[in-house]
């Protein structure tokens, strides 16, 4: 699986974004997806993920009732529409597919990493 996000950019606080993910391979469907994200001097950070089917999807506490992680299996494409966005949401956000189905939280439990974009939020 090959994947390529897209969609970053500069924005003020208090601002959206939509992240896209577009992934290849006939078997995009089956893997659940992640976002990720890291800022400069830190760890990468999980943001949230969605399970196969779209019916489940996870939160990082920081962005939860803020971003909303969606995939439209039919386009092969991941999305994370970002909502009043904060400073300190400022990082490379990467999109990654997992061919696992637990700990989806967990950086290491996927295969597949998109090459990021970066979010830029200013004060």
């Known amino acids: 699986v090959q994947l390529q996000a897209s969609g970053g950019g500069l924005v003020q606080a208090g601002g959206s974004l939509r992240l896209s993910c577009a992934g290849s391979?006939?078997?995009?469907?089956?893997?659940?997806m992640g976002w990720f994200r890291q800022a400069p001097g830190k760890e990468r950070e999980f943001v949230a993920a969605i399970s196969w089917s779209g019916g489940t999807t996870y939160y990082a506490d920081s962005v939860k009732g803020r971003f909303t992680i969606s995939r439209d299996n039919a386009k092969n494409a991941v999305s994370l529409q970002m909502n009043s966005l904060k400073p300190e949401d400022t990082a490379v956000y990467y999109c990654?597919?997992?061919?696992?189905?637990?700990?989806?939280?967990?950086?290491?439990?996927?295969?597949?990493w998109g090459q990021g974009t970066l979010v830029t939020v200013s004060s």
């Open positions: 990654a597919a997992s061919s696992g189905t637990s700990y989806l939280r967990d950086y290491r439990q996927y295969n597949y």
């Open positions: 391979g006939r078997s995009f469907g089956s893997y659940p």
